[in-house]
């Protein structure tokens, strides 16, 4: 059984990226499937991201020192076969909140290249109000997934609007059924 772990970076709790990632999830489930997802915005962090400090380098772990609730979810990472990055398109970015994250992912990587997400797979869930920006945003999931040596696949999702409207769009639901299908989950690993 594969584990899914997807990071919700929406500070919404029932907007669209949520709605996406239910439908996402429902159908990795039906497809045997283990589904964690974690809430960005409702993590405790006590640094406002990576601090470059460094010390993960200076150890055999691949860990942060940091001892909070990013430090769990990155723990969570290198169980997980597959990780999905959601997020709505905030001024030409990801959100704040799943950029915390992100900016930590530097201690699953030792500077000779190796860490435990080489071989897992990386999607990227991206929702957005109209469709400028996205393809910007994909670029940069697509370079960490290449640095990692991770498989990569996305899902864009423009015109998603206001909170609720994504219900609204024509095909949606079958289009994150093919992104879960595009995953491969009985190839990895």
């Known amino acids: 059984m594969k584990k899914i772990l997807i990071l919700n970076g929406s500070p919404k709790k029932n907007g669209n990226t949520s709605k996406l990632i239910s439908w996402f999830s429902e159908e990795a489930r039906s497809r045997g499937a283990r589904v964690k997802v974690v ?3 409702s993590l405790v962090s006590k640094t406002n991201g990576c601090i470059s400090c460094r010390a993960c380098q ?22 997980a076969d597959v990780i999905v990055f959601a997020t709505p398109l905030y001024f030409y970015g990801p959100s704040a909140q799943l950029k915390l994250v992100i ?4 201690s699953l990587y030792k500077l000779d290249g190796t860490s435990p997400m080489n071989g897992k ?5 991206l929702s957005a109000y109209e469709d400028i920006g996205l393809k910007a945003v ?7 997934a290449d640095y990692s040596q991770m ?8 015109d998603a609007r206001e909170s609720g409207e ?3 769009i024509k095909g949606i639901r079958g289009r994150v059924k093919k992104f879960v299908q595009g995953l491969k989950l009985k190839d990895l690993k």
Not at 151 to 158: I, K
């Open 39 to 41: 809430r960005a915005a």
């Open 58 to 79: 200076k150890n055999d772990k691949y860990e942060c020192v940091i001892n909070d609730d990013i430090k769990g979810v990155l723990k969570e990472m290198k169980k």
């Open 103 to 106: 900016d930590r992912m530097f």
């Open 121 to 125: 797979a990386m999607g990227l869930i």
């Open 138 to 144: 994909e670029e940069s999931f697509k370079l960490i």
């Open 151 to 158: 498989s990569f696949s996305s899902l864009l999702v423009p």
């Open 166 to 168: 994504v219900e609204a």
